[in-house]
């Protein structure tokens, strides 16, 4: 993955909250809690996910861009590249 140590650490701390979670969703749905609660849940998890994605697109982006600029090199992704990116989050 592109990114200093505290970008990746972030993420896997994001990562390992969401797997945390969906682990409590599966229990809860073998318990048969209502449904209010999973979903509540749920939600929390696909957030959890969502954060992490974005962590790791922003994260890129001062790489692929910022570094670009420094360095004088080419971005590695392009406008139509970084917007598919986002939009496979949405």
Do not use: H, Y
Request: charged content about 30%; hydrophobic content about 45%; proline content about 1%.
């Amino acid at each position: 993955m592109i990114g200093d140590e505290e970008a990746i650490a972030s993420v896997l701390n994001r990562l390992r909250r969401a797997q945390g979670q969906l682990a409590g969703v599966i229990s809860m749905i073998e318990d048969g809690r209502e449904c209010k609660d999973i979903v509540t849940q749920l939600a929390a998890v696909s957030k959890a996910l969502d954060r992490a994605g974005f962590k790791i697109i922003v994260t890129g982006l001062r790489e692929c861009v910022v570094g670009a600029e420094v360095d004088g090199r080419a971005p590695e992704l392009d406008q139509e590249q970084l917007e598919k990116l986002f939009l496979a989050l949405a």
